[in-house]
């Protein structure tokens, strides 16, 4: 670092968001450089193909095929690592940071997979880890819970992080119409990835709900230790059913801690909201977030969750902290320390713990005393009916039976599942839906 203070800025990657980066950070640059009293020079960047015609113009002298080599360049300051997967991306991450650089990353599901180890790198060689565009893009959610809400605990977090599902559901419930044309509608248009499984089977927003915990209770939970359920199986059928009821339908994330047992949850699944709930009210491909702090109350964030803007947004945002970090030695860079649940006496709270209203939809026979045997399963495991929906269901000689409970939990309803599926009048695999009765 000069005494000018001129950082050099690597990309490795230059795809979607390495091309949005490039873009806004030239435009730009003037007036950032004058706020930060900072020059920020795009050094170098890395593609996959030398050769490809790009929408953004860039000299070829700044391009490589090699991201390692950028990682490991002591001429480079800041490190941004856009390329997405948790191979290559975590070799060029670990190689930046050995060497003390300062790393900005969008990769949720690195950070997920090798968050631990990412940070211990960090704090063993002097080096920073930016990742504010890793979680609902332009929404700077990750600087809230670092910095603005710094000094409360959060009972609850919760919030839709993928905005193709959010696009999907939408749609489903404006247009009534099936899962499977929707989700084509969707690819035509870009919202979804040809490979969409990522998405609808909320494995995108789990590394999501992975990294907002961390920074909410210092407790890194992996996918496999939370519930993970996806949209695939939802219908017009229900989201006419939740609006009878007084409810729609959204994929969240739900992040809950009671302090008072000191057990947490994360979760993924497909929820009825409220009518009235406010993020029950985003649609399309936005984002939104509702975090609870013991402190502040509830507050709200909200935008768009994906894109190059957005997320490019995010990734010049942390450029500037962390050229802001260099020039004057601070900044939100403070990453605290990462346990593992049970390492500081924060539990994964067990299914029984885990408790809501559920909405439940079976095919059954359409014949005598089905509602009766149905009922009895669920009196023996103590879950109680609050609401029946019956109407006729697609095959002939079949009916959908739709029923809401009192207050149960995750065991009762395992249970409860696990005992109607072997019922014969049962057709097809029961849905379970959470309500979230969330203030």
């Given amino acids: 670092m000069s005494e ?12 979607t968001v390495g091309q949005g980066v490039w873009k806004h ?16 020079n795009l050094a170098r960047a890395s593609v996959r193909d030398l050769k490809k015609k790009r929408a953004v113009k860039v000299p070829a002298r700044v391009l490589t095929d090699d991201p390692l080599s950028i990682a490991n360049d002591p001429s480079i300051h800041i490190v941004c690592e856009l390329m997405g997967g948790t191979t ?5 991450t670990l ?26 790198a960090a704090q063993k060689h002097g080096g920073h880890f930016f990742f504010e565009a890793s979680v609902a893009g332009g929404i700077p959610i990750i600087k809230a819970l670092r910095e603005g809400l ?48 990522l998405d609808v089977d909320g494995w995108d927003t789990a590394h999501k709900a992975s990294v907002l915990a961390w920074l909410a209770h210092g407790v890194w939970v992996k996918t496999d230790q ?23 339908i959204k994929l969240l994330a739900i992040i809950s ?28 491909v936005f984002n939104a977030i509702s975090v609870t702090g013991d402190v502040v109350g509830t507050t709200f964030y909200s935008g768009r969750g994906a894109g190059q803007d957005a997320t490019a947004s995010a990734v010049i945002s942390d450029i500037a902290d962390a050229a802001s970090l260099l020039t004057h030695g601070k900044g939100g860079h403070l990453l605290g320390e990462v346990t593992t649940p049970n390492a500081n006496g924060c539990r994964l709270a067990p299914p029984e713990s885990i408790r809501s209203r559920y909405y439940l939809r079976l095919t059954v026979r359409d014949e005598p005393g089905v509602l009766a045997r149905v009922a009895s399963v669920m009196a023996k495991l103590k879950v109680s009916i609050a609401s ?12 959908s039976l739709v029923l809401t409970t009192h207050e149960s939990n995750e065991r009762a309803m395992s249970a409860t599942l696990k005992q109607l599926r072997a019922l014969s009048a049962v057709l097809d695999d029961p849905l379970l839906l959470r309500i979230g009765d969330f203030e």
Avoid: W
Avoid at 26 to 40: C, I, K, P, W, Y
Avoid at 112 to 120: F, K, T, V
Avoid at 176 to 183: E, I, Q
């Fill in 226 to 248: 939370m519930i993970v359920e996806g949209i695939s199986r939802i219908t017009p059928a229900d989201f006419k059913n939740a609006a009878t009821l007084g409810f729609g």
């Fill in 95 to 120: 190689a930046a940071l050995r060497r003390g650089a300062v790393v900005v990353s969008a990769n949720k599901a690195l950070i997920c997979e090798h968050g631990p180890e990412i940070i211990a």
């Fill in 257 to 284: 801690r009671d302090f008072a047992k000191n057990e947490l949850s994360v979760r993924v699944h497909p929820t009825l909201l409220p009518e009235g709930n406010v993020v029950a009210n985003v649609s399309g």
């Fill in 150 to 197: 710094v000094a409360n605990r959060f009972p609850r977090i919760y919030g839709i992080l993928n905005g193709t599902c959010n696009y999907i559901l939408t749609q489903m419930e404006d247009q009534d119409a099936p899962y499977a044309a929707v989700l084509a509608e969707a690819k035509r248009l870009g919202y979804a990835e040809a490979d969409e499984s």
């Fill in 4 to 15: 000018s203070h001129t950082f050099n800025i690597g990309l490795c990657g230059f795809g």
């Fill in 388 to 399: 029946v929906i019956q109407s006729p269901a697609d095959e002939p000689g079949a009916a």
């Fill in 88 to 92: 290559l991306a975590r070799q060029v």
């Fill in 25 to 40: 950070l030239t435009s730009h640059r003037a007036e950032l450089e004058a706020r930060l009293g900072a020059t920020l």
